[in-house]
């Protein structure tokens, strides 16, 4: 049934997915009016905790997230190429965080890493973890804010994106502190 709402909410019905057309007939995406998206970062963490909480270790399992995920990341690089070459420019239409092949790669990586990580918990991510819906909360409007303030290393692009995540984890951690601290009945936090 998991699969099943993956499959229609993630891809069928996602309105990022890119149209596919017969004889001017648009079959895909199927416009069930789901909008937004909220609606796809708040599905992202419902599945996130779904699958969190299935028995998913099977070795068949691990090897087609695997495959899905290399597929994935495949058909992304090559669609983001068609889309550089067509418009001359590069294009997001296969960044979106919402659109379905990024959908498919975070659901088939999350499935990969919980089958294959050791089930002991280290030190540094057990902070993490408990502090990761309000690190999710928080990053977006972190990284925007770094990003459209100019604190960015443009000139070195691999440091930036070191620098980038090292200080929205940070910042994004603090401030789900902050909140936990503030919010002692755990209603949001």
């Not at 998991?2 to 997915?17: C, E, F, K, W």
């Not at 001017?24 to 609606?39: C, K, Q, R, S």
């Not at 990586?109 to 089958?115: E, G, P, Q, R």
């Amino acid at each position: 049934m998991l699969l099943v709402l993956m499959a229609v909410i993630g891809i069928i019905a996602n309105p990022n997915t890119v149209p596919q057309k017969i004889d001017g007939f648009e079959w895909l995406p199927i416009n069930l009016y789901i909008n937004g998206d909220t609606f796809y970062y708040i599905l992202y963490g419902m599945l996130g905790r779904a699958i969190g909480m299935m028995d998913t270790q099977h070795k068949a399992l691990s090897w087609v997230s695997a495959a899905l995920f290399a597929t994935g990341v495949f058909i992304i690089s090559r669609g983001t190429l068609y889309e550089l070459q067509w418009r001359g420019n590069f294009a997001d239409t296969w960044y979106l965080y919402c659109g379905p092949m990024v959908f498919i790669c975070a659901i088939a990586l999350l499935t990969l890493v919980k089958n294959t990580l050791d089930t002991r918990t280290i030190r540094g991510l057990g902070l993490i973890s408990r502090h990761s819906l309000g690190i999710y909360g928080f990053h977006a409007l972190i990284i925007h804010a770094l990003r459209t303030r100019g604190i960015e290393l443009k000139n070195w692009p691999i440091l930036d994106i070191i620098w980038i995540f090292c200080a929205t984890l940070a910042a994004s951690l603090l401030l789900s502190m902050l909140v936990q601290r503030i919010d002692r009945n755990r209603l949001v936090s």
